[in-house]
């Protein structure tokens, strides 16, 4: 069973950092193209960042490039979201995502870590 483990949120004051981990529990990690999508109260649920199984680019929203990187790690099955220079816009829900790249309809999300960014 596929899962997906977030961590890394909470509360920091503008301009601050975080770094977010996902360790997935994927057979083999490298069958997926992984991403960050984020809800803030009230709001649809958004693209953040996304890093296709290659490893070779990277994908962001306009809203978080140049302050966000998303990165992975095969050797330990974890994706990782450093974010810096936080703003109030970017308090939400944070969701690991996991698309296996061989079936479109298969697509999993973890439960989610809140990220709160006060001014």
């Known amino acids: 069973q596929v899962q997906l483990l977030e961590s890394g949120g909470g509360l920091v004051q503008a301009g601050g950092s975080l770094r977010l981990s996902c360790a997935a529990s994927l057979r083999t990690f490298s069958n997926y193209d992984m991403g960050w999508y984020r809800q803030a109260p009230g709001k649809e649920r958004e693209f953040v960042a996304r890093?296709?199984?290659?490893?070779?680019?990277?994908y962001y929203a306009d809203s978080v490039k140049g302050r966000f990187t998303i990165a992975r790690d095969s050797a330990q099955n974890t994706l990782y979201l450093q974010m810096n220079s936080l703003i109030p816009e970017d308090t939400a829900i944070y969701y690991c995502?996991?698309?296996?790249?061989?079936?479109?309809?298969?697509?999993?999300w973890g439960q989610g870590t809140q990220v709160t960014v006060s001014s």
């Open positions: 890093i296709p199984w290659t490893g070779m680019t990277t």
């Open positions: 995502n996991a698309q296996d790249v061989r079936s479109l309809s298969l697509r999993y």
